[in-house]
């Protein structure tokens, strides 16, 4: 049960109930192309991995 105590609180204080601020929006993520990663095979991907056939079909990497 609310007092009077805890809804004066709330008038001066609203914390977060209200709309979030607008801020510059929020990177992350991968980059946008990833084809430099994939085998040219299988299109398995193969991540930041040194020159080495590819672990699924076997295919050498592209030079």
């Known amino acids: ?8 609180r709330d008038r001066q204080d609203p914390g977060e109930s209200g709309p979030p601020a607008a801020g510059p929006p929020e990177e992350g993520g991968e980059p946008a192309c990833l084809l430099a ?5 299988c299109d398995a991907v193969l991540g930041a991995r040194a020159p080495a056939p590819c672990p699924r079909c076997g295919a050498a ?3």
Request: glycine share 0%.
């Open 37 to 41: 990663m994939l085998c040219p095979s």
């Open 61 to 63: 990497p592209e030079a």
């Open 1 to 8: 049960m609310a007092t009077e105590r805890d809804a004066e």
